[in-house]
């Protein structure tokens, strides 16, 4: 007896039961007998593998199941033998997708919502620490942008407090070199003083 697993669903398994799928579309099969199939692939239920085509797979094969409709239909027209058959298997689509008396009275687990759900809840998990990563990333930045800012206000300040300085400082050197040369005009007339081209004072005799 062949025991149905239970454990989570890998990519070359959603690779199958999608290949399948597409295949009995394009046929003018139904999708519980491509759910039968990979069941038995995969030694899993016939509910477990429509659970995951329409919790899943289906969202990731959209142009896929619209080009396997389109397919089938072309068949239609190029035979229309199979129009008959091929009607009678959609309207079975229908009658057996929506009756339950048609998936051989196979149920999902409970292991294996518990399982969709927990993965489920990883993924928003998952998202909401990235979104609270993002959050903290931009408060940091924003801090960071605050005290930038603070600190080059500082610099600006001490910038302009420098040059007020230096100013003076250039004030305070040309009043002492006037009263300097004042002052040895006064003691000696004929000696006079003048700036050279580096600025420093040189003695001129008149």
């Not at 085509?53 to 094969?61: A, C, E, I």
Request: proline share 1%.
């Amino acid at each position: 007896m062949t025991i149905a697993r239970q454990d989570a669903w890998t990519h070359d398994e959603d690779l199958l039961l999608a290949e399948v799928v597409l295949r009995h579309i394009r046929e003018g099969s139904t999708q519980l007998k491509a759910f039968e199939e990979v069941g038995k692939q995969l030694s899993r239920t016939s509910a477990a593998c429509g659970f995951r085509w329409n919790s899943f797979v289906r969202k990731q094969y959209k142009s896929g199941i619209e080009l396997a409709k389109k397919q089938r239909k072309e068949q239609v027209v190029n035979n229309p033998g199979m129009e008959r058959d091929s009607v009678a298997s959609v309207e079975n689509v229908t009658i057996e997708e929506k009756t339950p008396e048609h998936e051989d009275k196979e149920s999902i687990t409970l292991q294996e919502v518990i399982l969709y759900l927990s993965k489920m809840d990883e993924f928003f998990q998952l998202d909401n620490k990235e979104k609270e990563r993002i959050s903290e990333r931009s408060l940091f930045l924003e801090r960071e942008n605050a005290r930038l800012l603070e600190e080059n206000v500082l610099l600006k300040e001490n910038l302009k407090a420098v040059e007020e300085d230096y100013r003076a400082l250039m004030q305070i050197m040309e009043r002492a070199r006037k009263l300097s040369v004042q002052e040895d005009e006064k003691t000696n007339p004929k000696v006079s003083f003048q700036m050279d081209k580096n600025g420093n004072l040189e003695r001129v005799n008149k």
